[in-house]
């Protein structure tokens, strides 16, 4: 028995090695020879399993610790008897508090309540759905855009995406990348899409780059018809487009499902899976111990004089600053991809416990809802 992993997949090291000989190597670099003898995978994003890298393999199973799939060729492994899993699910709450550090910057960097605003989230699933109740829990108002899902379950919960793009204050991405069908989403924001944006609108891209034409992007923020657009993700990334970093307002590598929870969830997926297949006794498996934050769990609040938004904000920054992603992105944008692989410790809102000096009702029920746990003194 032996399984390929990308070395990147964290809390990995030392689980499977009693029951199968295991090979890690870079993502990007996993070769037809590493694969040749492999019986199973463990992959991220950054591995193409296609008929290039599998064609002369036995590989019977692949499993990815990711929510995304857009790098397995679902299709061609199906006619090959290859099985395959993602993750889903497994970063919906960083994504979420990745948001949530987005719209708090973007609210005062542009002086702007976000209670005062309308965010129209397109793709509502795992992810999506997430980010919809931060946001209510924030006082905006949602719209939600979901095709399949208006398809299956009837429209009454979703707007069409004419309307969202007519209403949104803030427009966020959450759509898998679908290149044909039905619901196709490669370039679904192209040029005329953009267009159809408000004007003075904000575009936030934290599902797959490619949704997004980076070029038509960065032509329309040259004409200041958007406020700002907010990157997470790329088209042809790690190879960015410079003068779109340049106009962008927060540029980050891809990390916005990077808390170490979420890496914790896709490693335990992938693992369990692998043990469903094959008997082995991990079907609970977790990690036994996800790292804390160097400056700990444990967060006091002195809510003297401030408003609810200002506390909120406070400790949505505290768990998480995006600012710092993008300043670090900018600084060394041909080191993308070490940017991603050497990301610091973040945990999400359920992992801390807020303590509040002075808090209000409201206060304490906000971050209750955003999931923080939450004492007052």
């Known amino acids: 028995m032996r399984v390929v992993c990308d070395d990147k997949v964290p809390f990995l090291k030392g689980v499977l090695e009693p029951f199968a000989e295991v090979v890690y190597l870079p993502g990007g670099k996993i070769s037809p020879a590493d694969v040749a003898d492999a ?18 393999s036995k590989v019977r199973h692949i499993t990815t610790a990711t929510i995304g799939y857009d790098h397995i ?29 987005v719209l708090v910057t973007l609210s005062r960097r542009y002086g702007f309540g976000l ?13 999506g759905s997430k980010v919809a109740r931060m946001a209510r829990a924030l006082g905006m108002r949602v719209l939600m855009n979901d095709p399949p899902r208006a398809e299956r379950e009837g429209p009454e919960a979703f707007v069409s995406l004419d309307v969202l793009l007519r209403e ?10 679908e290149h044909s069908g039905p619901f196709r989403t ?13 004007q003075g609108a904000f575009l936030i891209n934290s599902s797959r780059g490619e949704v997004v034409d980076n070029q038509a992007l960065l032509n329309t923020l040259n004409t200041g018809y958007l406020a700002a657009a907010v990157l997470d993700v790329w088209e ?19 990390i916005a499902g990077y808390s170490a929870d979420g890496k914790a969830n896709g490693t335990a997926a992938c693992v369990r899976y692998l043990a469903s297949q094959y ?6 498996w977790y990690p036994s111990q996800v790292p804390p934050p160097p400056e700990g769990l444990e967060v006091i609040l002195d809510t003297a004089g401030k408003t609810v938004a200002q506390v909120v904000a406070e400790a949505i920054l505290h768990t998480y ?51 923080f746990h939450v004492q007052s003194q």
């Open 39 to 56: 019986d199973a995978l463990i992959v991220r994003t950054r591995t193409q399993c296609n008929q290039a890298l599998l064609g002369d």
């Open 236 to 254: 042809h990334e790690p190879d960015i487009l410079p003068p779109l970093l340049d106009r962008v307002a927060l540029s980050t590598p891809h």
């Open 168 to 177: 949104a204050d803030i427009v966020t991405l959450h759509v898998p990348l």
């Open 73 to 101: 060729d679902t299709q061609w492994c199906h006619t090959r008897g290859i099985a395959w899993t993602n993750a889903p699910g497994c970063n919906s709450g960083s994504v979420r508090q990745y948001l949530a550090s």
């Open 186 to 198: 490669f370039h679904l924001f192209d040029a005329s899409v953009l267009a159809s944006l408000r």
């Open 279 to 284: 008997g082995w006794p991990l079907a609970d």
């Open 321 to 371: 600053d995006v600012s710092g992603d993008d300043a670090r992105l900018r600084q060394a944008p041909g080191q993308f991809e070490q940017l991603r692989g050497a990301y610091p410790v973040r945990r999400e809102f359920e992992a801390y416990t807020i303590i509040l000096k002075g808090g209000t009702v409201c206060q304490e029920y906000v971050l209750k809802n955003l999931g």
């Open 115 to 127: 209670e005062h605003k309308t965010l129209g989230v397109v793709g509502v699933g795992n992810v």
